[in-house]
């Protein structure tokens, strides 16, 4: 059965070339048992509001059994599921219910890193220096008298530096082991063949069991420059959007990785393989998405875009080059656990609010896969969290310089009229919610035709009823300057104004506009799709 599969070519596109996904921070969506923190039945009970919603697919951030350290980015055991979220079975809980009602369900998969309760780093500390066991890591001696220094000159993402020193079975300082994030996710050696069969098993056990495919974490990480040599340290500190640059990332080396993944998905035909790419050159990216590697690479260029029409054009733009180069499937973003929200990053207050609503038009109407974070239908912005209140490692990591990213992870807002609205009974959740968004919460929204969560619905509706989108590439429009107008092959024109001057639009029905026209014509920080 299996080696019929592993030929087999999809006959018609696969599900995942027009789907839309609903990324589920899973600690921040619902509690179902009131201890605080979301957890999987809390997703369960929530799919019907993501079928009202339209969502085609669900990505879960990292549900795997985790000491938390990075929220499940630190992965204890790959191949079950942290009690914190319900175990196991509440994970099969909520694919039989996905499934049955027609959404897909992918998974976040870490194949850079372990967490440092991880067995094999266990192991690796106990059989010390040159030891097999260590050889699964990146253990190193130190550089200077007594090896007191690291061995090279490398940062942590997250402020510090990317080596912790251990100590011997017999009590002296010892090696050194690579972190690129936290300390308590040491990096795996990619060199070593055990990883990849680890990960192969990883692999085929959530495949076998139903999932319907993985995001994978760092997908541009893993191969490391051979010698580990020092790298220029231009600020002190990187971002996970700065990558591009940085030599620990995106080297020759990970393309055969993510072949060989792709060998195992290969036996799944349906399953979709999604690399969280922090790359930007276009050619550097294609590679990702080449037919025997990633089936989809998260381009970020749209979410890294300021509302600015030249901007925007040169992300879609390059984004869709990107693509085409190698015919695979764009991917459009504008959100996630690790940026700042939407409205915040647009201006904030009713401007940021409006230019999301505008930004969600241009992605929904453009071809390919899209992906919203939980909360983004909402309008949420960012929060303005309490010292005492932060809980990403960013923030200890970095001295208290950077905050991190809480301010995007703040739970999702269900109903009522103070904190926490329903998404837990419990007063004390793992972030609190804000006073200020009573107005915010589904319940307050879902019957309003001028929310956001409406607006959002009937654009998600469209996009999947109407023969307009359809089509596989876009032609721009002539339009007045700060503004942009492209026509989808199905027929759509969208039309997005970054100016500070109503424009007229061009000929057509109006499908939907993101605010009121005025007189018929497209107002500062609104888009409009016509037919
Ligand atoms: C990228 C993830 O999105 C982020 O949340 C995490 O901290 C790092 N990878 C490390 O796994």
Known sequence: MRDTYANAQPMSAPWWSRALFYQVYPRSF??????????????TAKLDYLKALGVDAIWLNPVMVSPMADHGYDVADPRDVDPMFGGIEALDRLTDAAHAAGIKVTMDLVPNHT???????????????????????IFRDGTGPGGVRPPNNWVSIFGGPAWTRVVEADG???????????????????????????LEKTLRFWLKRGIDGFRIDVAHGMAKPPGLPDMEVIKGEVLLADMDDDPRFNNDGVHDIHRQIRRVFNDYPDAVAIGEVWVYDN????????????????????LRAKFDADDIRGAIANSMEAAELVDATPTWTLANHDVDREPT???????????????????????????????????????ELPDEALRD????????TRRGRDAARVPVPWQGDGPPFGFSDNPDTWLPLPADWAALTVEKQINDPASMLSFYRTAIELRRDRSEFDGKSIEWLDS??????????????????????????PVGEVLLAS??????????????WLV
């Open 345 to 383: 990053r647009y201006g904030d207050g009713a401007v940021g609010l409006a230019r999301a609503r505008a930004m969600m038009m241009a992605m929904l109407a453009l071809p390919g896969a899209v992906f919203v974070y939980n909360g983004e239908e909402l309008g949420l912005p960012n929060v």
């Open 283 to 302: 050619e550097q990216f294609a590679r990702y998405v080449r037919p025997d590697e990633l089936h989809l690479g998260f381009n970020f260029r749209l």
């Open 172 to 198: 002296s300082p010892g090696q050194w082991y690579l972190h690129l994030f936290d300390a308590a996710q040491p990096d795996l050696n990619w060199d070593n063949p055990e990883v990849f069969d680890d």
């Open 393 to 400: 490692p960013v923030w200890e990591r970095s001295g208290r």
């Open 480 to 505: 007045p300057s700060d503004t942009l107008a492209f026509r989808r092959s199905g027929g759509l024109v969208c039309v997005l104004n970054a100016g500070t001057r109503t424009i007229p639009l």
């Open 115 to 137: 967490s440092s309760a991880h067995p094999w780093f266990q192991a690796a500390l106990a059989a010390g220096p040159g030891s097999e066991e260590r050889d699964r890591y």
């Open 30 to 43: 619902y509690d179902s048992n009131g201890d605080g923190l979301g957890d999987l039945d809390g997703v």
């Open 515 to 528: 605010a009121e026209l005025i007189d018929g014509k497209l107002p500062p920080d609104t888009a409009a």
